[in-house]
């Protein structure tokens, strides 16, 4: 609900801060005193385009700002602001300033936010009905989701909405694997002589640094025999190392016969040492018999390498992950043979998903007929008491083609009308003229609940072309909205005036050649002359001022 809105240097008004409360609120006086600046100012806050013609003469800004008190936790409007992770606690309070170059800040609660997102909270806020509107209940796009709402099934379309998320994801599943299944088709040739050619190359992992050490070693044999004959030679030919250990041996033994094996660790030592240098001998001999340059097993190495890199190259990869590449192209070819019955089962799954889907769509479409006919009923008491007994009002609901059904069913509605016994059935907006519209709307609106009960509904002079009972009805009707949501009007109706449970009045005023609009909140008396006024025009006679009193006394 709208708490307080203030206004400063919007085209006419310098500065305006008024304070709204709950029920319905009458917004008149004579034409051009300013009524829709206080529209556009109010539209500003729920994402209207703001363009600099709207800053008053000689002001570089203008600031715009409203308090609403909180829409129900459970609303879409906490959704988005949980989403946007927006600290909200008593009130929303959103801010809108625009400067003269153009550029402009938008704040909810001292946070600021983007353009996009001001759009989608003010419309959880707020809902503006004009006499040519073409939002809301005139917008066909929309009457799907009034009808839902009106018939109160959620759980129905929760459940709707659930089985298509589950049947699009398994059908995305299956068509997936089809496709999958037929680019590897495609490739099945090519993917078997890759394998063909990784099979009888048989590529091992880590075998590139094996291969390279074994060149290496085969380039630098004829170095590698010479020192391992040098270390040969040094052991068991210049000095006969062995020799001399097994002497030292003999000698350190001798010592410790005397002493009683004193010397034993050196005695020990010296055997290990010996066992070490055989051991360096017999390796020795080993290294250098197996060492030779062998010409061919160079080249094949070579060759070998040069197999491996070429396949790497052609795969994308490096010589180590050639095996795994292999094992890739071996379930690939095995792929084959199986994917058909995997693509039968994912098209089993998705099947089943759809009908179950259909099931759900066919009883929530169900729900939308019995729905709709309680409408139709609902509205059809309305139109008498608003002069329109010969009207008929219809629910339309088609059937859509399956490729069209969608996460809230595959239903088409439309509220359509016939003014006459005799006209056809037509879209409301195309068939009912402007003061037809407006109390189709009201019909509506007085049977529909919005998704917020505390929200805020602006009425634009939809009583246009319409007087004096049926106005009445109209005014009836307003005020009964007004006891479930707050509801503002602005009017040139007395009838609908004298429903209201406020009055402001707008006027405009020019003092030294500055033309200003001021709004004041009426007294009962100042009511009852605006309204002696809007009866009978500039000169208001004591009649009207009866006739006043009488109206105020009997609204609804």
Known sequence: MLISLAIRNVVLIDKLDLEFAAGLTILSGETGAGKSILLDSLGLLLGNRADVSLIRTAEDRLTVTGVFSLPAQSSAFWREIKENELEIQDEVVIRRVLNRDGRGKIFINDQPITLKLLKELGSYLVEIHGQFDNQGLLDTAKHLDILDRYGGYTKNLEETKEAYCRYTKAYQEFKTAEEQHFAALKDEDNIRHWADELRKLKPVAGEEDELNARRLEIMNSEKLIESLNFAYGSLTQSADVISLIRHAQSAVDRANSVVGG???????????????????????????????????????????????????????????????????????????????????????????????????????????????????????????????????????????????????????????????????????????????????????????????????????????????????????????????????????????????????????????????????????????????????????????????????????
């Not at 020990?268 to 030779?292: H, K």
């Not at 890199?309 to 792929?335: V, Y």
């Not at 089962?345 to 998903?353: A, D, F, N, Q, T």
């Not at 449970?501 to 009426?522: A, G, M, P, S, W």
């Open 262 to 556: 004193k010397y034993q660790d050196i005695a020990d030592i010296l055997e290990q040492t010996l066992i070490n240098a055989e051991e360096a001998v017999r390796q020795i001999e080993d290294a250098s018999s197996l060492l030779s340059y062998n010409q061919n097993e160079a080249e094949n190495i070579e060759q070998r390498l040069f197999a491996l890199r070429a396949l790497a190259r052609k795969h994308g990869t490096d010589i180590n992950s050639l095996p795994q590449k292999l094992e890739e192209f071996e379930k690939l070819l095995q792929s084959f043979s199986t994917s058909d019955e995997n693509i039968s089962r994912l098209h089993g799954v998705s099947e089943k998903y759809r009908l179950e889907y259909l099931e759900k769509a066919k009883i929530l479409s169900d729900l939308r007929h019995k729905a709709a006919a309680k409408l139709d009923k609902a509205v059809a008491q309305e139109l008498p008491a608003l002069k329109m007994e010969k009207a008929k009002f219809v629910t339309e609901i088609k059937t859509l083609p399956d490729t069209s059904f969608g996460a809230k069913g595959g239903d088409y509605v439309c509220f359509s009308v016939a003014t006459n016994p005799n006209s056809p059935q037509g879209p409301l907006n195309k068939i009912a003229s402007g003061g037809e519209l407006a109390r189709f709307m009201l019909a509506l609106k007085v049977n529909l609940k919005s998704e917020n009960d505390n929200m805020t509904m602006i009425f634009d002079e939809v009583d246009s072309g319409i007087g004096g009972a049926t106005a009445q009805a109209v005014g009836n009707r307003l005020k009964r909205l007004s006891s479930s949501a707050q509801v503002l009007i602005v009017t040139h109706s007395p009838q609908v005036a004298a429903c209201g449970d406020e009055h402001f009045k707008v006027e405009k005023k020019t003092i030294n050649d500055i033309t200003t609009t001021y709004v004041r909140r009426l007294s009962l008396e100042e009511r009852k002359e605006e309204i002696a006024r809007m009866l009978s025009g500039s000169v208001i006679t004591d009649e009207a001022r009866a006739a006043a009193d009488v109206l105020i006394k009997a609204k609804g």
